[in-house]
């Protein structure tokens, strides 16, 4: 308990330094602005800003990117409600209920219990993180590499999962997530592999190259091809005060909400979008009158919106406690890191104490300018909105062109973004997930590092993956997972979930 | 010959292909394999890439012997405009500086969307090009040119 609070005074001291408040806003206020807006993610602005974050403080860096990711779960949730579009796509259920609600002229009230519910996840996923994380750094202090092949194994099982669609296609993803990570030199021999003599390609592809051309280019590719743009209308407000009725039935929502989100955030392939899903069927689950459900009731509104502000934020446990990226944005976040020359991993804690604790602290000091700011500001937002997509869509181009040419100053970083843009498009034509790619991708270097130490470590013999206790544990549950989804009744019910999609 | 399952049949095709490649690649250029316990560089390569070529057949013959959807069409046009500005841009933006290729970004690409407003497209690009100026390369201190090099 006196090292917690000290550590969070820690935080606190680095984080009330104005200029790390002036970067925590800056991130929370970009987050609200692109999770407002549809067609742009945390990803893409993550990956774009990644480059220019390179002058920075490494606390500063972090404290910044952290906040956009959580304030575009405030922001996604402002467009669900008025316009009946997600801005974000954690905020597709919470549409359902909040365009109802505001239809009957409660979009004021469904506002407020969004932000008021994501504040209160936001506080409980901080101090989990607090509390969750120095325990988790230990253990993590004792993995060897075999443990450490088969947590990023589970990692990586554990995405196959929880993504949708075919889990064929997604292991499929991950692996070729993996050997493109494999491109560039070799760090054992300092051999150079698959370069195809392209001098460019011997410190292999950027992940921001990847995640550029995947997740924004296709993206806008996605988009323009959907056609008419949609007609932005935007009912009135009304009064930003819920009733007390509303109080008392979100009250429990939120719970649930910030329970299972915070649960789900930490699981490996899990984040925001899964979160808001599962709460909003477990809300459906166990209400006593689901008919209300998709008419305007304040649950499928509190408890989705709950959950992923909450995951969002413990997403960084596994992060900062096994240096392991459970989803894209934390990936990006790896990248932020190496930029900063940081090596990700339970030493970050010990080693960077205030870069650590600052931002966690920062991560609640975050939440809170949020509420302050997002309720008053909620017509600026909404201002947002009427700017046509035909005069958005240059603008993120002209952001993410300039942010790839500027990660080594080459034209070869743009051209390959391009190519990763027509390949990410390809594939979801072909209904493959590109999520799974980019955790391949991050991880396969750190997997194949692992496998050969562990390898060495063992003189050649295989089976030190299941003698080790923990390695075993680790490779016993991503087994048993493959085994249940495998199962025809849990499959039947995992594609019934991801059909509302 | 009728595909049953177009969508899948062409990702299980597409997934061989590249998994294979690898380690075709990893033999072809002769990259050492090693022994399990000192394993050389073609090794981890070599074994991913067979696993995905054999993951790529196995989706094709799932596909084969399944109903499923078709391939949705390509929208060839919002693609070539966008991707290509890209390109465009990123192999000009040095010799001709960032005002003008933004402005030259912003024009290709809106070719792309559904209507094309020469005269608000004109504004927008002039707009964005001064606003990413001040912010990137005044703001954040990134190492572009302005204007065009041949100028200087």
């Known amino acids: ?501 | 010959m009728h595909l049953r399952n177009p969508k899948d049949f062409w990702a299980g095709v597409l997934f061989a292909a590249i998994g294979f490649a690898f380690a075709i690649v990893v033999k072809v250029a002769e990259y050492p394999m090693g022994t399990a316990s000192r394993m050389g560089a073609g090794y981890f390569p070599f074994v991913l890439g067979t696993i995905l070529g054999v993951l790529g057949l196995i989706i094709v013959a799932k596909a084969l012997v399944s109903d499923g959807d078709r391939v949705p069409k390509f929208a060839w046009r919002p693609i070539i405009f966008i991707l290509g500005a890209v390109i465009i841009f990123g192999l000009t933006a040095k010799t001709i500086g960032l005002a003008l290729a933004i402005v030259v970004l912003v024009m290709i690409a809106s070719f792309g969307g559904h209507e094309f407003r020469m005269k608000e497209q004109l504004i927008a690009s002039v707009v964005l090009a001064i606003g990413s100026i001040a912010v990137f390369v005044y703001g954040l201190k990134l190492p572009f040119p302005i204007w065009p090099s041949f100028f200087n």
């Open chain 1, 1 to 501: 308990m006196d090292a917690l609070i000290a550590n969070l005074s820690l935080g606190f001291s680095v984080a009330l330094q104005p200029e790390a408040l002036m970067y925590c806003l800056i991130g929370c206020l970009l987050g609200t602005l692109i999770g407002v807006l549809p067609g742009i993610g945390p990803v893409a602005t993550i990956a774009m800003l990644l480059p220019a974050t390179f002058a920075l403080k490494p606390e500063f860096s972090l404290i910044m990117l952290a906040g956009i990711y959580y304030g575009a779960q405030y922001g996604g949730s402002t467009t669900a409600i008025l316009v009946n579009i997600p801005g974000e796509s954690s905020s597709v259920v919470t549409a359902l209920d909040g365009y109802q609600m505001a239809r009957n002229g409660r979009a004021g009230a469904a506002l407020t219990v969004a932000a008021l519910g994501s504040f209160f996840a936001g506080c409980v996923a901080t101090i989990l993180l607090a509390v969750a994380a120095p325990p988790l750094a230990e253990i993590a202090f004792k993995f060897g590499p075999a443990e450490y092949f088969s947590l990023m194994t589970l990692g990586l099982i554990a995405a196959v999962v929880l993504a949708h669609g075919s889990v064929v296609k997604a292991i499929a993803m991950i692996i070729l997530g993996l050997l493109l990570g494999l491109i560039g030199t070799d760090v054992n021999s300092g051999m150079a592999r698959f370069n195809f003599s392209i001098p460019e390609l011997v410190d292999g592809i950027g992940f921001v190259v990847i995640a550029m051309g995947v997740f924004g280019f296709a993206e806008i590719i996605k988009n323009l091809e959907q056609g008419d743009e949609s007609e932005v209308f935007v009912h009135k407000v009304g009064s930003l005060l819920p009733t007390m009725k509303d109080f008392k039935d979100a009250w429990p929502a939120v719970l649930r909400g910030t329970g299972l989100g915070s649960l789900l955030g930490i699981l490996p392939g899990g984040g925001a979008v899964l979160a808001s899903f599962s709460a909003y069927t477990l809300e459906k689950k166990i209400a006593k009158d689901p008919s209300q459900f998709g008419k305007g009731d304040i649950r499928g509104v509190a408890a989705p919106e709950s959950a992923n502000n909450a995951a969002a934020q413990t997403s960084f446990i596994p992060l900062l406690t096994l240096g392991i990226p459970p989803n894209p944005v934390m990936a990006l976040m790896v990248g932020a890191m190496i930029i900063q020359g940081i090596q990700p991993g339970p030493q970050v804690m010990t080693e960077k104490p205030q870069l650590f604790w600052g931002m966690i602290v920062s991560m609640w000091l975050g939440n809170l300018m949020l509420v302050i700011l997002n309720l008053p500001l909620i017509g600026m937002w909404i201002k947002l909105l009427t700017v046509p997509y035909r005069l958005l869509y240059p603008a993120i181009l002209v952001f993410c062109c300039i942010g790839v040419y500027s990660l080594s100053n080459s034209p070869f970083d743009v051209v390959f973004t391009a190519i990763f843009g027509f390949i990410g498009y390809l594939f979801l034509k072909l209904g493959c997930e590109p999520a799974p790619l980019l955790l391949g991708f991050i991880l396969g270097p750190m997997m194949e590092e692992n496998l050969r130490r562990a390898m060495l470590l063992s003189r050649g013999d295989a089976t030190v993956f299941v003698t080790r206790p923990l390695s075993a544990t680790l490779l016993g549950i991503a087994a048993l997972l493959l085994v249940i989804i495998a199962l025809p009744a849990i499959r039947a019910k995992r594609e019934e979930a991801f059909v509302e999609e």
